[in-house]
């Protein structure tokens, strides 16, 4: 085990200024391990001469005692459907194999302003429509915590972030950059043992992130710790004029108070009956009421709540998401955007063909479903009652933060983040996609819905030895509040996946 990666981002910055190590030899290791771990599948590309240019910048400013920021050195790695100048962007498709875009992404901009040193690009389900990264062109990601990489008992890293959770567990790099439509950061950061936080809509800027569900996307942070995580979110939230949906109040930076200074005893915990649901395991069960008698134990005031839509809320993410991506892919045409096939008899073939050889039988069936919902005669019964029964379940949750009298009122609901540990692949693919994301997004996507902030936290190890997680969730802009309760249950869990590292790597 590298003796840097037992080091918080803070301590990695620390030792930066003192002059006990150097970006440049963090970077290469970073690369050397991530080509010795290729068989993750965590990167679809590496990009090792801008990583190694930014990491001696870097270095520079360190011995001239001028660090941009809090990310100055830091490694850092990029979903692949976030826009990157000069570097290929594929969704993981097909259709954008050959797309280099002009510009960043407004997440990327901000990372390079901070210092922060970005070594490639992650893999993750194409255009991002799965539960498990295994809907990639470039072949599935693994989870390190499997039992055997090389064999079929290999298990899912989640999605469609998988890539991003991937290379963070595996210690490739500090943090990464996910997206997160229904969940797409914080099921990853379950099953691979690492924190994924989704922050407020609008707090972080979408642009330059390739859209699924415009109405619900957010970027999504991983790392190894909450305050990792922090370090992160402080350094690319904020308005941006580039991007008509972010929050125009201009972002203060959060900071967690020390842990023995967080006072729960005027926190309020809220456990959603609703989600105590049909295929929850007996051991997340378990870790469930542990860490809600824990959180009462130090004080804070726990009680049962309801979110009485919740049952609806999978059916309509569903519904939503696949209107939204039909009308969202209908972009690539092979002539404005995307892959373009050779038959050129008429427009109307070059349009069929390219998109047909462009994406796969995932996103093709999202498509067609998605027109289907759409056409007149379905659009009153599918697509409004859909917005009619999502603002139901966003007024769930304003109930439980904002009700009256105050005495009904909760700070944070306290949930699972999936319902099982990682699933073994072969027993994944056996399921349909639509069937993946059923089960797998049950717990993450209202929060979406809501356009509430989440973050999953690791909590312990199950009896097979894979990482078990819970899911908090705050109201709109909370997350100073949050952030605090997730770095509380962290300290007393103490989940630390470090001596596991040397362990999984061997069986790579």
């Known amino acids: 085990m590298r003796r840097h990666l037992q080091w918080s981002i803070k301590q990695l910055t620390a030792n930066y200024a003192e002059g006990q ?10 690369l050397e391990d991530a080509l010795k771990l290729k068989t993750l599948n965590a990167f679809i590309r590496l990009t090792p001469e801008q990583a190694l240019q930014q990491a001696q910048e870097s270095e520079g400013r360190y011995q001239n005692k001028k ?61 991002a429509m799965g539960a498990g990264t295994v809907d990639s062109l470039y072949g599935p990601t693994k989870n390190i915590w499997s039992e055997d990489l090389d064999q079929d008992h290999w298990r899912i890293a989640g999605g469609s972030s998988g890539g991003s959770a991937s290379a963070v567990a595996a210690g490739l790099c500090y943090a990464a950059i996910g997206s997160d439509t229904g969940g797409s ?38 790392a190894r710790s909450v305050s990792d995580c922090l370090e992160v979110l402080n350094a690319v939230a904020g308005p941006d004029r580039l991007d008509s949906t972010t929050i125009r109040q201009p972002y203060t930076k959060l900071h967690l108070p020390e842990v023995d200074k ?17 295929g ?13 008698d824990l959180l009462e134990c130090a004080g804070a005031s726990v009680r049962q709540v309801s979110l009485p839509n919740t049952a609806a809320s999978i059916f309509v993410y569903s519904i939503l998401n696949q209107c939204e991506v039909a009308s969202n ?28 050889e462009g994406f796969n039988e995932v996103v093709k069936t999202r498509i067609l479903t998605g027109n289907f919902l759409l056409l007149r005669r379905n659009y009153d019964h599918y697509f409004e009652k859909a917005l009619r029964v999502r603002r139901l379940i966003a007024e769930d949750f304003a109930k439980v933060f904002q009700s009256s009298p105050s005495d009904d009122r909760v700070d944070i609901l306290l949930t699972p983040t999936t319902l099982t540990e990682a699933p073994l692949y072969k027993d994944f693919a056996s399921l349909t996609n639509r069937d993946q994301c059923a089960v797998q997004d049950f717990c993450t996507q209202p929060a979406n819905m809501a356009g509430i902030p989440a973050v999953s936290i690791p909590i312990r190890l199950s009896r097979t030895g894979l990482p078990l997680s819970l899911q908090l ?26 001596e596991h590292k040397q362990e999984c790597r061997s069986k790579a």
């Not at 936080?197 to 800027?205: E, F, N």
């Not at 967080?262 to 049909?278: A, F, M, N, T």
Request: glycine share 6%; net charge negative.
């Open 21 to 30: 190590c150097s970006p440049r030899r963090v970077t290469e290791q970073a």
């Open 67 to 127: 660090p941009f920021g809090s990310l100055d050195g830091v490694t850092i790695a990029v979903k692949d459907n976030f826009c990157t100048q000069d570097v290929h962007t594929t969704c993981a498709s097909r259709m954008l194999q050959d797309f280099v875009p002009p510009y960043d992404a407004t997440v990327c901009s901000r990372l390079k302003q901070s210092g922060a040193v970005l070594l490639g690009k992650t893999n993750m389900d194409q255009f």
């Open 185 to 222: 950061t914080r099921n990853p950061a379950s099953y691979c043992g690492v924190v994924g936080l989704k922050p407020t809509y609008g707090l972080v800027s979408r642009h330059g992130l390739i859209p699924l569900v415009n109405s619900m996307d957010v970027p999504g942070i991983f």
């Open 262 to 278: 967080i006072d729960l005893s005027s926190v309020r915990i809220g456990i959603p009956k609703e989600y105590h649901c049909q």
């Open 280 to 292: 929850l395991s007996s051991e997340v069960l378990e870790t469930w009421s542990k860490v809600a």
């Open 329 to 356: 892919m209908a972009r690539y045409d092979g002539i404005e955007y995307g892959h373009r096939a050779s038959d050129e008899r008429s427009t109307e073939q070059l349009y069929a063909l390219s998109r047909a």
């Open 473 to 498: 969730m705050s109201n709109s802009l909370n997350e100073q509040l949050l952030l605090s309760v997730a770095s509380w249950i962290e300290a007393q869990v103490g989940f630390d996946s470090l």
